[in-house]
């Protein structure tokens, strides 16, 4: 049997059969009263010991009590004045007031009288022990159960009660008893005294101290798993600055310059200008007058420089990927960026005016719309969506332009961002020799559907609770 | 974009299929459906196909393309002989007009709702808030030709639309509600462009209201119809209403437009010739159709078709505003083919995939602070100079450190950040209810000046949090980083004078840590003591090419 160093003491100390109090055992074993009593509890689980908690009353008069114990019970004074003849209800409850309920109450609780009439009629002798009782209690002298418990109910008197622990070892073991090891220490270590002693058992059931992993935001988890998608099918990864010129975030993708997403409604535009690249600025801009030579009409009307030249934060990552394609024009580049973007939207639950874009472009010769779909089928199936389907869609610097939907249990079809081939104004003004595939998504969206959130704001703003909670491994 | 209610009763006896059918089969023409009702759809269509914002444009579109009635509708004009005269003064403002007669139109009530819903919606879209574009549609009984388009002076006076009593131009951009809504548009014009007929009396005051006598009543049989702009893009609105009236079986006729120096006659509904190479369909669709099919989906999208020398001749629809390629022709094979029919295919493009260093180093830093047990956040970039600067006791100017946004939305972001701490003592503040110690940290973007900078900053928040612990945490991240450096003492007000270092590497600072000082734990209403480093990681490691 193992036993801990204080159930070892305790049971050493401690005759068997005798009752100690905690005081007692506490000065006859030497160790603390908290310790006697873990060690009892202990040793009361292995059989070995009892504990044994005794309460003892204290009976004394309430304020009630008293006054009837010096005036007799209500009962016992209407009882003598009756039998002195008094025996009109109507004047006895003037002279007793709210006492007379009680008195003839409990006069005919005792079957010593009863009403006839306008009067009270005596049935037989009286006897009153009940002073005599108070009496004892007063004293603190024992008194027979019956009267206690009467005298409870009628708050003549009440109690305190004291609660006393005794333990008592019921026996001791029979083998020798070996002292166990509680903390193994350095010092056992280098002494080897652990050897042939036993190790204390602990209840593993018991859960210890909550400590919390430190780890990724969940978030950064998703981006970590697209930024590994990209890579495995073979693409190059691209940052950019968030300040971005118009030029790039809007000229260079064809959007002409009032176009409604370029208004200062939705778009966090900057006090300052920076110089263009002449080259792609000659081509742009005469690609949105007349089409230059791509073969497109163009936007007509005016192109103004200075609005080009105009900085943004820019809108979409797009901004970035046209500018990395402008640079490597020749084929073939596969490109991804996921990254910041900004819009001027008040925050909600669903709209911020910053969040994550993640967009993938491949620019080739011979690909097209199809092959467009393929990548997008490709990249939702690594992502774990299974079942993809394309509907039109419409975005202004592709041609054609697609909108995939993913299926997801318990939702149905979801749109999951916009994906299309880019115009030929956008591609043949920068140089880019081939077609470029596009497709791009709001992070912010997928965080959703994977981590199940209903407010985008807790990503950004985030609460220490709820990343200690969300689990690591990802559904 | 705008969201088009289409009424069940309507669209399905104008297209002649059931709802079931066309729900099914709209999307896949290009459009998001936003609910369905017992009595209506609301249909959210892109801004490149205006000619489907209205029930009698989306029943043209939907014969086509469920093979109810495929190829070219055929446009008729009539001459006749309306004149309207555009006099030198208007063009200095609102040079453009274009306009057409429809004769014969029932106007019921289903037409009214139809045409205000396509008004509202083209004005909003190709008219860019009328400031492009705006449509005048007038009685034409009440309408004396010929017309004159002109600039008009301040006080130039009519009864405006829903008013009873003569107003000036310039009470009405004041006063009346729709003078209000659209004054900016001619702010600054000494001259207002006006419709005046042959009485002398205005008809309507582009692109802000018409005039109350030509109001359409449901006694209307016929409308005069004035589109007035700057370019092509009123031929375009005026096309799509023509197009609509004349679904409606209303006949349109001509109106001769008189400038000083040219004639026009309009509507053109003619449709434009557009050839497409078949070279170019294979390429951008990324597989090879037979002419017949080719010809079949052009068909179901609407267009005249037939083979031409090595491509076709693609007849497009004078409603058409958004042909502006032949790539856009070819998408609409694609949609007209269906995109549930292509089979996608992974390209066969063999790259190699290569990451960036900006991330490769965030990762790496990132995989340093989880290691020394801090918990990620991630938090925004826009912020303010009150959290920024003056909470932190610290100095900036714009451009120079920081970029200001020019029309903030918000008190709380004026600024893109120039350091990550701010915002972690803004995290700490939010979680002063969790358990303690916290200790969180960002690897993240900065903006200083107009560049992007890589900074990972750290926080430790508990009773006990003090330098020596946060000292602790910079030895080790520079230890892992294999960085020499010196500590030496920082004037940096954020932290507790004496309790503040400076990172030197090099003779550079790159960062600074300590305690953070309480006077700044008081303006983020924190109740426990943090300690706290920052660096800029940027000054330490080639984080690669930045667009």
Request: charged content about 30%.
């Amino acid at each position: 049997m193992m036993l801990s160093p204080i159930e070892v003491a305790l049971i050493r100390a401690l005759e068997s059969g005798i009752e100690y109090s905690l005081e007692n055992a506490a000065e006859t074993s030497g160790i603390s009263k908290d310790a006697v009593l873990k060690a009892a509890h202990l040793l009361r689980e292995k059989g070995l010991a009892d504990v044994i908690t005794k309460s003892e009353r204290r009976y004394y008069l309430t304020e009630e009590g008293k006054e009837y114990l010096e005036k007799g019970l209500p009962e016992e004074r209407l009882y003598e004045v009756v039998k002195k003849g008094e025996n009109e209800i109507d004047k006895l409850k003037e002279k007793f007031g709210r006492e007379f309920g009680i008195a003839l109450g409990w006069l005919r609780k005792k079957g010593l009288a009863e009403v006839d009439g306008k009067f009270i009629k005596l049935k037989k002798e009286g006897k009153f022990e009940e002073r005599e009782v108070l009496e004892k209690v007063k004293r603190g002298e024992s008194v027979p159960e019956k009267f206690l418990k009467e005298l409870l109910k009628r708050k003549l008197i009440s109690f305190d009660e004291k609660k006393e622990i005794f333990v008592k070892i019921v026996k001791k073991p029979e083998t020798e008893l070996k002292e166990v090891v509680r903390d193994l220490t350095p010092e056992l270590l280098a002494s080897g005294a652990w050897r042939g002693k036993e190790f204390l058992k602990y209840d593993v059931r018991i859960p210890s101290k909550v400590v919390y992993a430190a780890k990724f935001h969940p978030y950064e988890r998703i981006v970590r798993e697209c930024r590994k998608i990209f890579l495995e099918m073979g693409f190059t990864e691209i940052k950019g600055n968030f300040v971005q010129s118009s030029f790039w975030n809007f000229d260079a993708l064809f959007q002409p310059q009032d176009h409604p997403a370029r208004d200062m409604q939705d778009t966090f535009y900057l006090d300052d200008y920076v110089e263009l690249d002449e080259e792609y600025v000659e081509k742009v801009s005469k690609t949105h007058l007349n089409g230059w030579e791509t073969g497109s009409t163009g936007w007509g009307g005016e192109w103004s420089l200075e609005t080009a030249k105009k900085l943004v934060l820019r809108t979409h990552t797009t901004a970035i990927t046209i500018h990395y394609l402008a640079k490597n024009p020749e084929p073939p580049v596969k490109a991804f960026c996921i990254d910041r973007v900004y819009r001027r939207e008040s925050i909600d639950a669903t709209h911020l005016p910053e969040f994550d874009q993640l967009e993938g472009v491949v620019l080739d010769r011979d690909v097209g719309f199809r092959h467009l779909l393929g990548l997008l089928k490709e990249f939702f199936l690594k992502m774990g969506f299974e079942e993809v389907r394309f509907r039109p869609g419409y975005f202004p610097y592709t041609e054609p332009s697609v909108e995939p939907e993913v299926f997801v249990e318990g939702l149905g079809w979801i749109e999951l961002g916009g994906a299309g081939v880019f115009r030929k104004e956008v591609t043949e003004p920068l140089g880019i020799k081939g077609k470029v595939l596009a497709w791009g998504l709001g992070m912010g969206r997928l965080a959703m559907l994977r981590l199940g959130m209903k407010d985008l704001r807790h990503l950004y703003q985030p609460d220490i609770g709820w990343l200690r909670d969300i689990p690591a491994i990802m559904r | 974009m705008p969201v088009i209610t289409l009424y069940w009763d309507e669209l399905e006896r104008m297209v002649g299929a059931s709802r079931e059918k066309i729900l099914e089969r709209l999307p896949m023409l290009g459009c998001d459906i936003e609910r369905v009702e017992e009595d209506y759809v609301d249909v959210e269509f892109f801004p490149n196909r205006p000619d489907l914002y209205s029930v009698e444009g989306v029943a043209r579109a939907l014969k086509g393309f469920l093979d109810i009635e495929p190829g070219l509708k055929e446009y008729s004009v009539k001459d006749a002989d309306w004149k309207l005269e555009v006099k030198e003064s208007v063009l200095a403002v609102r040079p453009r007009i274009v306009a057409c007669v429809v004769r014969n139109i029932e106007i019921t009530d289903e037409v009214i709702r139809s045409l205000m819903q396509i008004q509202e919606d083209l004005h909003w879209t190709i008219g860019r808030n009328r400031r492009k574009m705006a449509i005048g549609v007038h009685d034409l009984s009440k309408v004396y030709f010929p017309l004159r388009y002109e600039g008009v002076p301040a006080d130039f006076s009519f009864v405006p639309l829903d008013f009873d009593e003569v107003m000036t131009v310039r009470e009405i951009l004041s006063k009346h509600p729709k003078g209000v809504e659209y004054a900016f548009i001619l702010e600054g014009k000494d001259r207002f462009p006006m419709i005046i007929d042959s009485k002398d009396e205005a008809i309507s005051f582009p692109p802000v209201i018409n005039a109350e006598k030509t109001r359409v009543t449901e006694n209307t049989t016929d409308l005069f119809i004035d589109v007035t702009g700057f370019d092509e893009n009123v031929d375009k609105a005026l096309n799509i209403l023509a197009a609509m009236f004349h679904d409606r079986g209303g006949e349109i006729q001509r109106v001769e437009i008189v400038y000083p120096n040219r004639i026009e006659r309009t509507p053109n509904l003619e449709p434009k010739e557009f050839a497409v190479k078949k070279k170019e369909v294979y390429g951008l669709l990324g597989f090879e159709l037979d002419d017949g099919e080719i010809i079949r989906a052009l068909e179901r999208m609407r267009f005249g078709a037939e083979v031409s020398g090595d491509g076709f001749k693609v007849k497009i629809p004078a409603y058409r505003a958004d042909i502006m390629h032949s790539w856009d022709i070819i998408e609409d094979i694609a949609i007209g083919f269906g995109y549930d029919k292509i089979e996608p295919l992974y390209p066969p493009t063999n790259t190699v995939g290569l990451t960036h260093p900006w991330f490769e180093t965030r990762d790496l830093l990132r995989e340093i602070m989880l290691g020394l047990d801090f918990l990620e956040v991630i938090t925004f970039t826009l912020t303010n100079e009150r959290v920024q600067y003056e909470a932190m006791n610290r100095n900036a100017s714009p451009w120079k450190d920081f970029v200001p946004l020019q029309h903030p939305l918000t008190a709380d972001h004026t600024i893109l950040r120039t350091s990550i701490l701010p915002s972690l003592l803004e995290v700490l503040a939010l979680n002063r209810h969790h358990p303690m110690p916290q200790r969180i940290f960002e690897v993240g973007d900065v903006v200083v000046g107009k560049h992007n900078r890589l900074k990972v900053s750290a926080v430790i928040t508990h009773s006990k949090a003090n330098f020596s612990e946060i000292r602790s945490v910079v030895q080790a991240l520079m230890k892992e980083l294999a960085l020499e450096w010196e500590a030496e003492e920082s004037s940096d007000k954020v932290f507790i004078e004496g309790r503040a270092a400076d990172v030197v590497v090099k003779g550079i600072v790159v960062g600074s840590f300590g305690e953070i000082h309480p006077e700044v734990l008081e303006r983020f209403e924190l109740t426990n003591p943090v300690a706290a480093f920052e660096l800029d990681v940027s000054m330490l490691f080639d984080t690669g090419e930045l667009i």
